[in-house]
């Protein structure tokens, strides 16, 4: 792409708009596909069906910006910065996904997407932020692409690019912190668990009681990009691993609260070994922090690597979807101590 036309590309993020409807009240077998239980309940809707919708909508948005510039581009999931979930959704009512582009750097793009539901008296379910990357696979190896900015010509439109601006920021000065000592509360907290294991009959959960795992092939079927694995399926996996986690030590029923973070490390290839490693982390009042990790190993090639890295909350409710206390988790071990004290500073008790 040259410089003549870069500089006749430039669009607003109003161009960049993109809705998408899940319609539930209209086509039952898409609604069952959705459900998280066969019996009655608040909220009965599978949470991790919804992560890989809005995984594939932020892909379909930001590839119809990039190929307005390259049209046989793709683009890839760098990162998931947040999902928070204000109301639970049901499969009584259609979803609509709303998108749009917020940012766009040399080659990364921010979409901010809101999901609302149709049913009267709902509303509002969800605001949450992706970062996609566009590539090339000219010559069979993906390389970044360079892309033009936005036009940013209302001032809504730059109120949504500084806080996409305050994101970015702030998720480097977070891994600028996550390498910090403790300060002298956080070693005195960590200090006063230690000590109450200690304690002759003590009978609380250690963090190390609190781990499952799963391995699966990667196969054709979960395939997006050409050869690789729809990240989209990978984050449904690890969140329905984290959720059993979570119910590990939840006295009620967890439902989501918050996606803290999703990193997408290296992409997944056709035939590669997977590994699902949940964790419960820390709890807070009344949430559960689960670490779900994906590790990829590929026989071929004798290599193994993180895939994603993925930090969920949930909340412990009762039957009308108050919020009911968890107990307290105890780490053991330094690792323990460190992924514990990560999702402490990230709690949203």
Not at 241 to 253: C, F, I, Q
Not at 273 to 279: D, E, G, M, N, V
């Amino acid at each position: 792409m040259n410089e003549s036309e870069q500089e006749g590309a430039a669009v607003t993020p109003h161009d960049t708009r993109y809705l998408f409807v899940l319609p539930f009240s209209t086509d039952r077998a898409l609604a069952r596909r959705f459900l998280a239980s066969d019996r009655q309940m608040v909220g009965n809707i599978r949470f991790g069906k919804i992560l890989e919708t809005l995984d594939k909508v932020a892909e379909n948005t930001t590839l119809a910006y990039v190929n307005r510039f390259y049209p046989d581009a793709r683009v890839v999931t760098a990162a998931i910065d947040s999902v928070v979930i204000r109301n639970l959704a049901d499969t009584n009512h259609d979803l609509v996904f709303s998108a749009q582009i917020n940012h766009v750097g040399r080659s990364s793009m921010e979409v901010g997407i809101r999901v609302e539901s149709l049913g009267v008296g709902w509303g509002h379910l969800a605001t949450c932020y992706f970062t996609m990357v566009a590539r090339s696979t000219d010559g069979g190896e993906a390389k970044s692409l360079s892309l033009p900015p936005l036009a940013y010509s209302q001032e809504i439109e730059v109120k949504r690019y500084k806080k996409a601006e305050q994101r970015r920021q702030a998720y480097r000065e977070s891994l600028a912190k996550a390498e910090e000592m403790p300060s002298l509360d956080e070693y005195l907290f960590l200090k006063k668990l230690h000590k109450e294991q200690e304690a002759e009959g003590f009978s609380g959960i250690r963090a190390g009681q609190l781990v499952l795992e799963s391995t699966q092939r990667a196969y054709p079927e979960q395939e997006n990009v050409p050869k690789t694995v729809f990240g989209g399926y990978l984050v449904r996996r690890a969140y329905e691993l984290a959720a059993l986690a979570a119910e590990m030590v939840a006295p009620g029923r967890v439902v989501p609260c918050q996606v803290n973070r999703i990193n997408f490390n290296q992409p997944v290839f056709l035939g590669d070994q997977l590994k699902f490693i949940a964790r419960v982390v820390y709890t807070g009042k009344t949430t559960i922090t689960v670490q779900s990790d994906i590790e990829r190993f590929s026989r071929d090639a004798g290599d193994k690597a993180l895939s994603n890295s993925c930090l969920f909350t949930f909340r412990n409710v009762d039957s009308d979807l108050q919020p009911q206390p968890v107990p307290p988790i105890y780490p053991v071990t330094y690792a323990e101590d460190a992924r514990y004290l990560n999702a402490y500073r990230q709690r949203v008790d």
